[in-house]
């Protein structure tokens, strides 16, 4: 499994998620590219809380909706699924 290096306040999260993943029989490289890039945004906020707020999620939002719905669409699974796993801590 090739991982990609968090830097984010969940990086930690986002590592076990992938696992878990992976565990699952997933094939968690497009999935780790995908929360990469979330991660690199979530990086970026200035809150250091490990928590997926809402404020982060809209803005998250925000900033995709300038690239094409489909690729949207993928990106936003990989957080959907990430923020379920979340939920069950």
Do not use: W
């Not at 990086?11 to 094939?27: N, V």
């Not at 970026?44 to 998250?60: I, T, V």
């Not at 995709?64 to 719905?69: F, K, N, Y």
């Not at 936003?76 to 939920?87: D, G, H």
Request: glycine share 4%; charged share 20%.
């Amino acid at each position: 499994m090739n991982t990609p290096c968090f830097t984010s306040r969940l990086a930690d999260r986002m590592l076990q998620f992938l696992s878990f993943k992976h565990m699952q029989g997933y094939d968690s490289v497009e999935g780790g590219m995908n929360l990469a890039r979330f991660d690199a945004f979530m990086a970026s906020r200035s809150c250091q809380a490990p928590l997926l707020r809402r404020e982060d999620l809209d803005a998250y939002c925000t900033e995709l909706s300038r690239i094409p719905v489909a690729t949207q669409a993928k990106l936003l699974s990989t957080v959907r699924q990430f923020s379920r796993y979340l939920r069950a801590f």
